[in-house]
């Protein structure tokens, strides 16, 4: 168990709806990052948080948003869903932002999300 | 851009057999982390061996052990004595120091499959 707990593990929506995946990073970890992997694929960097603020963008379609509260859970909203969105969501957490030593990122179980 | 590929799309070993999963990576800084990722059937990502860029001594855990090689931009990874339950898929990733944060690059993964 990383510490890293993402809901829900599945769901199931059609095209055209809007969905929220929610992830709860370990305990002290301030920097929480969205990343997907479509079928067989690597992963994608999608967005990083950190202590509330987005620090890091990468190839995230302008259709998701995401934001980090204030207790540090993040969410990941996808809207306007297409086919091509399915694919496994994973949020992992690391305790630093982007600098020191401390680079150990720990990813949640996932959540599979499947558009049809 | 920062890369990371792996050229063996899949691999299969015998039981009890050694078998080494190939990573190179393209970057231009001095100070970076390396890691290598198993995925299981579960989708869960964990965490096999991570590999500090400035440290000349090459990580080793248990049955896993790595062969880093910064000039030439190689981070292999090798697996003795497989056993059943390393069938997986395995990815290598990078921290991308030019942007200031912890984001890994992921390559696309090799699928190893470990025969009784």
């Known amino acids: 168990d990383s510490g890293v707990t993402q809901t829900p593990k599945h769901l199931i929506t059609a095209t055209g709806q809007r969905v929220t995946l929610r992830c709860s990073p370990r305990?002290?970890?301030?920097?929480v990052y969205w990343y997907q992997q479509s079928l067989d694929q690597g992963l994608q960097f999608l967005i990083q948080y950190y202590n509330g603020e987005e620090r890091a963008k990468g190839n995230i379609l302008e259709r998701f948003s995401a934001q980090q509260f204030p207790d540090l859970h993040s969410e990941l909203n996808l809207s306007s869903l297409e086919l091509g969105d399915s694919a496994l969501y994973f949020c992992?957490?690391?305790?630093?932002?982007?600098?020191?030593?401390?680079?150990?990122?720990?990813f949640g179980q996932g959540t599979r999300l499947t558009v049809v | 851009a920062q890369t990371v590929t792996q050229s063996q799309p899949e691999m299969s070993v015998q039981e009890a057999e050694t078998v080494t999963l190939s990573c190179t990576y393209d970057?231009?800084?001095?100070?970076?982390?390396l890691f290598w990722y198993k995925q299981p059937p579960s989708r869960q990502m964990i965490l096999v061996i991570r590999?500090?860029?400035?440290?000349?001594q090459n990580a080793t855990e248990n049955r896993f052990s790595v062969n880093f090689q910064k000039a030439a931009k190689s981070f292999s990874l090798k697996i003795s004595d497989s056993q059943l339950g390393d069938t997986a898929m395995y990815f290598c990733a990078s921290t991308d120091p030019t942007s200031g944060t912890y984001k890994y690059i992921f390559g696309t993964g090799t699928r190893l499959k470990v025969l009784a």
């Open positions: 590999q500090e860029a400035y440290k000349q």
């Open positions: 992992a957490s690391s305790v630093g932002a982007g600098q020191g030593a401390n680079t150990e990122a720990f």
């Open positions: 305990s002290g970890d301030l920097s």
């Open positions: 970057t231009s800084e001095s100070n970076y982390y």
